[in-house]
C-alpha cells in the first residue's frame, strides 16, 4: 500500500519543514508543491555550499524523486528558471524530473510593483509582506483575469490578456499609489524568452498523481509551504499569505483526491518566530529575542529579515493540529534551548475561556489583550546537539515533550536536533 505523506508547518512558517523533507525524502518518490510560491524558502547544502530555494521542492538534491508544483502554486518565471540554473549549476539536473501545472498562475512585474505599492501605501499597517507579488497574484486568479502556465501555449491570447491587465494595474499604480508603473514589452518578451522551458514542463498533474497512487507501490510527500497559521482563511487574517497553507489547499492546489493521504506530518518550532506583522501572543521583546535570534539563526531566508520570536504557545498549536487532522508531529530546534536555566510555554490564554480566538473574527479580537498563561520548565545542562537517540536526552527534555504530546494528543515522532541532516532523532516510523 502507499504511504502518502503531509508535511505541515504548524506555526507562522519557517518551522524547519525544509531539513525534515530533505531527511524523509529517501522514501518517496515523488514531491509535490501545492501553495505559496517563491515567497518561500528553504536553505539546503550542497557541496558544503547553501543554496536558498524558493520554488522547488525540498527533496531536489535525492536524484530518484520527481518534482511536481500543482495548479495552487504561483511561478515567477524569472526566479523559476533561476533556480533550475543554480542547481544545474551544481550538476543537479531536473530533465524529466521536474513538472508543472498548465493551471499555475504567473508571478509577473504588476504583482510586485502592486504589492510594494500596497505596503508603501499602508504605512505603519502594513502587512510585512514579502514583497514578491504573491498576494495580487492570487487576486487575479480569484478575479478570473490572471495568466497561466497555459496562456503561454497561445501568443495573441497572451499578449490580450497581458495588455488588459497591464492598463488594469499601470492605471492604479500611477493614479491611486503613485508607484512606478511596468512597460508591456519587458513583460511580455520575457514571457517569450522562458516560454519554451515553462512549456516543457507541463503535465497532467492531478491525473498523474492519482494514476500513481492507483497503480505504483511509491509514495507522495506534499511539502506545505509556510505555515498553518498563515492560511488565509485560518490564519490571523489578515497578517497571512494569500494561499491555503492549512490541510485543504493540497486537494485544491494538487487535484489529488482525499483518499490518497495517509499521514499528515505537522512540524513546529520549540519556540514560535514569525516575520511581517500581526498578532503573536507570546512574542518577546527582551534580550529573550535576541537570544532566539543569535542562537536560533532565525534571520529570513527570503528576505534577510529578523524573525520575532516568542515561546511556544499550546493554544494555537492544538487549534492547528486539530484543523489538520495532523496525525505526527515533529519538533525542531529543540537544541536551541540549550544554555537556558529555565523556558515557559503558554498552556491558556488567561482572559478567553474557550481558547479558541482564532474563530474569532479580527474586527472583534484584540490580540494585544490576549495575556497568556505560562508553565515554566527546567532547562538542561547538556548539549542536545547532534543528539540521534531519544534515550540520550536528558530527563527534562523529556519531560517537555512529553508534555506538548499530551497537551495536544499526538505522537511527537520526530525531534530535530540542529541544522545538519544528521541531526534528528527518528522516534518513531512515520511510513514503512
Ligand atoms: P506574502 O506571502 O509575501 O504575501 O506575505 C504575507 C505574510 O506571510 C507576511 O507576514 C510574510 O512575512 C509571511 N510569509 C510569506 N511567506 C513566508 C515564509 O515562507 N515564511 C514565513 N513567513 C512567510
Same mark, same amino acid.
Given at each position: ?5 503531509? %508535511? ?51 527533496? &531536489? ?45 504567473? %508571478? ?59 492598463? $488594469? ?12 508603473? &511596468? ?28 494514476? $500513481? ?42 487535484? &489529488? ?35 532566539? %535570534? ?78 497568556? %498563561? ?11 546537539? +547532534? ?21 495536544? +494528543? ?23
Amino acid at each position: 500500500m502507499n504511504k502518502n505523506l503531509v %508535511v505541515l508547518g504548524m506555526q507562522w512558517g519557517d518551522e524547519g519543514k525544509g531539513k525534515v523533507i530533505d531527511c524523509l525524502s529517501k522514501k518517496f518518490h515523488y514531491i509535490v508543491r501545492y501553495q505559496g510560491g517563491h515567497n518561500a524558502g528553504h536553505t539546503l547544502l550542497v557541496n558544503d555550499q547553501k543554496i536558498v530555494l524558493h520554488l522547488i521542492p525540498s527533496g &531536489v538534491l535525492h536524484k530518484h524523486t520527481k518534482l511536481f508544483l500543482g495548479n495552487g502554486v504561483v511561478i515567477s518565471p524569472i526566479d523559476f528558471i533561476k533556480e533550475i540554473d543554480i542547481l544545474s549549476s551544481y550538476n543537479i539536473s531536473l530533465e524529466n524530473r521536474l513538472f508543472i501545472s498548465r493551471n499555475c498562475f504567473l %508571478v509577473l512585474g504588476y504583482h510586485i510593483n502592486m504589492d510594494l505599492a500596497r505596503e508603501k501605501k499602508l504605512g505603519k499597517y502594513l502587512i510585512g509582506t514579502t514583497g514578491r507579488g504573491i498576494g495580487p497574484t492570487y487576486e487575479d486568479k480569484v478575479a478570473r483575469r490572471g495568466i497561466t502556465v497555459g496562456d503561454l501555449f497561445n501568443e495573441d491570447l497572451l499578449s490580450q490578456k497581458l495588455k488588459n491587465n497591464i492598463d $488594469y494595474y499601470n492605471f492604479q499604480l500611477n493614479h491611486y499609489y503613485n508607484y512606478s508603473t &511596468v512597460k508591456f514589452d519587458d513583460i511580455f518578451l520575457n514571457l517569450i524568452k522562458y516560454k519554451d522551458i515553462l512549456l516543457s514542463k507541463v503535465k497532467d498533474i492531478p491525473y498523474l498523481l492519482n494514476y $500513481y497512487n492507483d497503480t505504483e507501490p511509491k509514495n507522495i510527500l506534499f511539502e506545505g509551504a509556510q505555515g498553518a497559521l498563515l492560511d488565509l482563511d485560518h490564519g490571523t487574517f489578515p497578517y497571512v499569505t494569500s494561499s491555503n497553507t492549512t490541510i485543504g489547499g493540497v486537494f485544491t492546489g494538487s487535484g &489529488v483526491n482525499l483518499n490518497s493521504i495517509n499521514c499528515v506530518l505537522g512540524i513546529f518550532k520549540a519556540y514560535c518566530t514569525r516575520v511581517g506583522s500581526g498578532p503573536f501572543p507570546t512574542e518577546l521583546t527582551d534580550e529573550l529575542n535576541s537570544y532566539f %535570534v543569535d542562537k536560533g539563526k532565525e534571520i529570513g531566508s527570503t528576505t534577510g529579515r529578523r524573525r520575532r520570536t516568542g515561546w511556544l504557545d499550546l493554544v494555537l498549536l492544538s487549534r492547528m493540529v486539530s484543523l489538520n487532522s495532523v496525525s505526527s508531529l515533529c519538533l525542531t530546534k529543540i537544541d536551541v534551548f540549550d544554555g537556558l536555566s529555565e523556558f515557559k510555554v503558554c498552556i491558556g490564554y488567561q482572559n478567553y475561556d474557550d481558547l479558541n480566538v482564532l474563530s474569532m473574527s479580527s474586527s472583534v479580537l484584540d490580540w494585544n489583550s490576549i495575556r497568556p %498563561v505560562y508553565k515554566v520548565f527546567s532547562g538542561w545542562k547538556t548539549s542536545l546537539l +547532534g543528539i540521534t537517540k531519544f534515550s540520550d536526552l536528558p530527563t527534562e527534555a523529556k519531560y517537555y515533550i512529553h508534555y506538548i504530546e499530551n497537551f495536544v +494528543g499526538v505522537p511527537i515522532n520526530i525531534i530535530s536536533t540542529g541544522p545538519d541532516r544528521s541531526s534528528i532523532i527518528m522516534v518513531r516510523d512515520i511510513i514503512n
